[in-house]
């Protein structure tokens, strides 16, 4: 089985991008982020006619998170136990997206983004990350041989390794002492990182900003990843991040990234 996650920045702006991936990557799951759509904005039916169920939870314009699957897609979860909101009055947003596709737990994630490091939004996004540690130890605590997969956008370079210039990234979010202990908090909890050793070269990166050329330059970010529960993880067999899928006219700023269990 094809697992693959891809912030796609818009799912209504990229969805002829995205539906001729999923027609050559032979991708089972695709957990999708920043989809930017409520429900009746989203092109369910695209989805449908290449073979998938999908569910989506998108409340406005902004975030969206969605799962497409075509090997089973039950038990849709929206949000985990614990998972804090934002706003006035404060409530959750759509981040966060359960769903069992095959006998995995597949949760799609899209980890708020810190702004600056004196934004009030770094200590949600921590606040956040907090949260999903305590629930993933839990699933883990109730089940130690399920099967799930972390998939998505953290907005967090753990390493130095993840980031095109440590130097222009000191004192930004992203990279903070703080953001990579969370990060690692989830790593902690029983999640691996199953991309990375299919993926070590330096330089492979998932994200590059559209502005000043990043792209060409080869100036961007590791913040995709598939974090996956022992019993899921010793299953893996590969990984790639689509690089190319990051070119050409219309592309989402992320690039996709996808592993394969046996």
């Known amino acids: 089985m094809r697992i693959a996650t ?41 989805f449908r006619e ?4 999908i569910t989506q939870h998108g409340l406005n314009q902004w975030n969206g998170v969605a799962i497409a699957s075509r090997v089973g897609l039950d038990d849709v979860q ?3 136990d614990g998972m804090p909101g934002w706003g006035d009055p404060v409530a959750p947003e ?11 737990r597949v949760w799609s994630l899209y980890v708020p983004n810190g702004r600056s490091l004196d934004d009030p939004h770094l200590q949600y996004k921590l606040e956040w990350l ?3 540690a305590r ?27 993840d980031v095109w210039s440590v130097e222009y ?52 970010m590791r913040i995709d990843f598939a974090l996956c529960s022992p019993a899921l993880a ?13 070119k050409g006219k219309g592309a989402s700023d992320h690039a996709p990234v996808v592993f394969e269990i046996d």
Request: overall charge negative; proline content about 4%; aromatic content about 10%.
């Open 6 to 46: 891809w912030n796609v920045n818009s799912i209504r702006s990229r969805i002829d991008r995205v539906a001729a991936w999923l027609e050559r990557s032979d991708v089972d799951v695709l957990a999708i982020q920043e989809t930017k759509a409520r429900d009746d904005q989203f092109p369910f039916d695209r």
């Open 234 to 246: 010793d299953l893996v067999v590969g990984a790639a991040i689509d690089r190319q899928e990051r």
């Open 78 to 80: 929206v949000g985990f």
């Open 135 to 161: 629930a993933g130890r839990g699933w883990l605590a109730d089940d130690p041989t399920a099967q799930v997969a972390l998939l998505g956008d953290w907005n967090i370079a753990p390493t130095d390794a």
């Open 50 to 53: 290449l073979g998938y169920e």
């Open 94 to 104: 759509a981040r966060a997206l359960g769903a069992l596709c095959g006998g995995v």
């Open 169 to 220: 990234f000191e004192n930004r979010t992203h990279t903070s002492p703080a953001e990579r202990a969370a990060f690692e908090a989830v790593v902690d909890a029983g999640y691996a990182d199953v991309v990375r050793p299919h993926t070590s070269e330096p330089g492979t990166f998932t994200y590059w900003d559209y502005t000043q050329l990043r792209f060409a330059k080869r100036q961007g």
């Open 130 to 132: 907090d949260a999903l």
